[in-house]
DNA sequence: CACCTTTAGGACCTGTTTTGTCTTTTATAT
DNA sequence: ATATAAAAGACAAAACAGGTCCTAAAGGTG
């Protein structure tokens, strides 16, 4: 239960990737894929998602390439993690899209709302710069 | 990200009926699943393997069906997830198959392992007898 | 014993999601 | 102009989710 995708984990990887970069440097998808293990083309997608969302900023051709949209310590692992998966939710009835209307009736609601923020709050603690340190 | 499945969902469910029971009542595969609103044959399967796991007794033939395996408030809801959802891994690498060397390396690690802790720990305080209340 | 009831087990099926690849286009620097 | 890089979109294999269906086996009952 509650698996990350390789996606997020491809994410991960070359978000903490950039934040190693010397300030300014651009990395070139080429070079972060091979560096982090990951398929070259699925990281491009996940990247050209994350500059429009602005985690990362992309420049085309000679001399472009990839850099974070902002310093790695304003970028929190939440954040990335729910770029890429969706926002977290443990449980169906908690996206609030009124599919549940147990909210009032049952006892297990209160329980995934828990786990929810716990998660939540322990991602958001997490900044990619510490992860890259 | 962490989405309990159907399956998960449907199981507790029926747990939950089961527990409303008064003791020692059997209930049919076929009146659970009306009353919680889940696929009988699908249900069945479930409460197949509960059985081999003990979660539930099951008894064949006329005034046959299923009732809980022991107290409704010694099975932790974390029982009941892990049972069909498998352990509770928010990454991969947290299998301990030795998919991942990057125990020590690997600054993101300790984080996973903190949201599995805080995760597992949230379901098992929760027991089916207070789910049933 | 014959028969009915109820769970057990296995095969199968369909739609969606994951995990990518490939090709073409667009922007930019030289 | 030309080379370089990312952007965009179409496509596809494989795994998973979410079931269905059929037969077998076990347990009561007359």
Redesign the pocket.
Known sequence: MMEL????E?AIRGMIYLARQAPGK?????EIAEATE?????L??I??NF??LGLVN?????????MLGRAASRITLREVVEAV?GPIIPNRCLMGNGACDFDRQCNVHPVWRRVQSQVVQILESVTIEELAR
């Open positions: 995708t390789r996606k997020g491809y651009m990395a070139l998808i080429s990951v398929p070259q083309t699925f491009a997608k990247f050209q500059a429009k992309s420049y085309r051709g000679t001399g472009g390439g990839f998966e």
